[in-house]
């Protein structure tokens, strides 16, 4: 597996059945997000008191957070059944009303990336999540028919890490919408302390810690880099993994003290000695590391930014004093009087002007 994968926010395919079993089943077994479960707790309470289906759900931020462990979870605390599709995969109207029509009375529809569904399935979802009914058009031209459909009463669970993409009348017929945070170091150990019980391993405060600090307060990261901090141990013949044994094994796969994987240091690299810290353009920054424009873009800057070691522009991309110090570099002084008086200069203050979501002008 490579350092990429490793620290990469969205789902691996071979550890999909791992990931399963390591999920909480219910809202007391999940860690962090407080607010967001002290709201949802109340609101499936409040449906079970009357008797009815919850209301629709929104859940939205970066991957990796626990949306569809929080979508399985309204499932179990209603006791009803789950269907799970994605946006992606419901590219017709006909697509969405095979799904709706073939729900039972209760039963939780998870929807994730829920943004990138077709539009007209989308308009059909109006009326679906308002009035639970759908209208199938039979025909075609002037002798077309709308035949309406009754739906049971049901809960739609929707996911996205695009709110802004959402139209306004779908985000409205939402009855709660939870924005997910990512994760402090001490939720992330609390997190890992679960999956080491369950995956039946040995590893002190110190190596919770360890690998806790790398994994970009993600729990889906911090738990992937858990298993192969666990098979290096089992190679190695180590009972208990504490914080040198974990360091050791994460540094064998390129995983860095801040999460930083071998694409995040070399766009930090080609950064400071190929364009001493920029302002450079996305574009010529992505072929002095080789990798797509889409792939700097999408996949390593976003982190770099949130930690405050690489800065947007009007003039592009720049590395912050942050960057410098992490690559044990030093910035100098002609550099360091041309940055933005208001650039953010240490990891986790990513909070200036230029660490937004706007997207600078190439040069």
């Known amino acids: 597996m490579s350092a990429e994968s490793l620290v990469a926010p969205g789902p691996d395919p071979d550890d999909k059945a791992i990931e399963a079993a390591l999920r909480p089943k219910n809202l007391d077994d999940f860690v962090g997000q407080k607010r967001v479960r002290e709201q949802l707790s109340l609101v499936l309470e409040a449906s079970r008191l009357r008797g009815r289906s919850a209301d629709h759900v929104l859940l939205s931020g970066p991957p990796g957070l626990g949306k569809t462990t929080l979508s399985m979870i309204i499932a179990a605390e209603m006791n009803a059944p789950l269907r799970i599709s994605s946006g992606p995969a419901i590219q017709h109207a006909g697509d969405l009303a095979a799904i709706l029509s073939s729900l039972t009375e209760g039963e939780v529809l998870f929807l994730d990336e829920i943004h ?31 035949i309406p459909l009754e739906l049971p009463p049901f809960t739609l669970v929707g996911a996205t890490t695009r709110a802004g993409l959402l139209p306004g009348p779908l985000r409205d017929r ?16 609390l997190v890992l302390r679960r999956s080491a019980m369950l995956m039946d391993m040995k590893v002190n405060s110190a190596g919770f810690a360890e690998v806790a600090g790398r994994s970009r307060g993600t729990p889906r990261i911090a738990n992937r880099l858990l298993r192969r901090v666990r098979d290096w141990a089992l190679v190695h013949g180590i009972e208990q ?11 064998m796969y390129e995983v860095d003290v801040l999460g930083l994987d071998r694409l995040d240091r070399a766009v930090l690299t080609a950064l400071i000695t190929k364009f001493n810290g920029g302002p450079v353009g996305l574009s010529t920054l992505a072929i002095a590391v080789g990798e797509e424009p889409e792939t700097v873009e999408t996949v390593a800057e976003p982190y770099l930014v949130r930690e405050g070691l690489l800065g947007r522009t009007p003039r592009g991309r720049i590395a912050t004093r942050a960057a410098w110090e992490h690559l044990g570099l030093q910035m100098p002084e002609h550099v360091a009087a041309a940055m933005p008086a208001n650039m953010f200069s240490g990891p986790g203050t990513a909070t200036a002007a230029g660490a937004g979501d706007w997207t600078p002008q190439e040069t």
């Open 174 to 189: 939402f009855g709660f919408t939870g924005h997910l945070e990512f994760y402090s170091t001490d939720e992330l150990e």
């Open 241 to 251: 993994i504490d914080a040198r044994s974990a360091g050791a094994a994460l540094d």
């Open 116 to 146: 990138r569904m077709s539009r007209p399935a989308e308009e059909m979802l109006y009326m679906a999540m308002e009035d639970f009914r759908v209208d199938i058009v039979v025909g075609k031209g002037a002798g077309a028919t709308a």
